[in-house]
């Protein structure tokens, strides 16, 4: 399973756009990428999934290099209520023996 | 969307006693399931893989014995704490494999507070 980085932690203003980079060195060819939030006391939330290139939904953009070595999540004009901690996971979307690993999470902070 | 049923939200038990948690895939089928828990300010530790039918699959260091995990069909899964004590205090969450979809959907957990 590859290992994934992100900082601790990161701080923003509301309006401003956030973005949290992923580091994943031992990403295999099958590996999808995908961004989980989390709220205290909540079960982890779907945010958005990618194999290459970008991959932008209603919430979030993904940005992953050619290398796919690293993805970086792009939250557009943050607000007070994205608050949470990310989480950055990679694995096989079909592999039926994929388990969900989380590592530390980049805990954003969002000040009015 | 796929939608995946905790329950209870939050359970307080006294210590030595047994508590039980469901995990209900609501809209679609699951043949795998994952338990874990977390701890105030941490991340999720995976503790088990639940397979429908079919034996749990536990992470190293977790107690199979006290950690007791049912998949009796294809949309719950059980974890019950055994005999718990204040250390097993925790928050606990369910997760879902979609098999149609590939997507995976968590629980909204479970707070346990063992007295």
């Known amino acids: 399973l590859a290992k994934t980085t992100q900082p601790i932690s990161m701080d923003s203003y509301e309006g401003q756009e956030v973005n949290i980079t992923c580091s994943h060195n031992?990403?295999?060819?099958?590996?999808?990428i995908t961004w989980y939030q989390q709220f205290p006391s909540q079960g982890p939330r779907f945010i958005i999934q990618g194999y290459k290139t970008k991959v932008t939904n209603e919430v979030a953009s993904l940005f992953i290099p050619a290398d796919r070595k690293s993805s970086t999540l792009s939250l557009p004009r943050v607000s007070l209520s994205d608050t949470a901690v990310y989480y950055c996971?990679?694995?096989?979307?079909?592999?039926?023996?994929?388990?969900?690993?989380f590592g530390s999470g980049t805990r954003l902070l969002v000040r009015p | 969307g796929a939608v995946v049923s905790q329950h209870p939200s939050w359970v307080i038990c006294k210590s030595g006693t047994s508590v039980k948690i469901e995990c209900r895939s609501l809209?679609?089928?699951?043949?795998?399931m994952f338990w874990y828990r977390q701890f105030p300010k941490q991340s999720l530790m995976l503790m088990a893989t639940?397979?429908?039918?079919?034996?749990?699959?536990?992470e190293q260091g977790v107690e199979k014995d006290k950690f007791l995990i049912n998949h009796a069909s294809l949309t719950l899964s059980t974890l019950t704490v055994t005999s718990a004590h204040p250390e097993d205090s925790s928050f606990y969450i369910c997760s879902a494999r979609n098999e149609d979809s590939l997507g995976y959907t968590f629980g909204s957990g479970t707070r346990l507070t063992v007295v």
């Open positions: 996971l990679v694995g096989g979307r079909a592999d039926s023996s994929y388990k969900l690993i």
């Open positions: 639940s397979n429908e039918g079919s034996k749990a699959t536990y």
């Open positions: 031992n990403i295999a060819t099958n590996d999808y």
């Open positions: 809209d679609f089928q699951a043949t795998t």
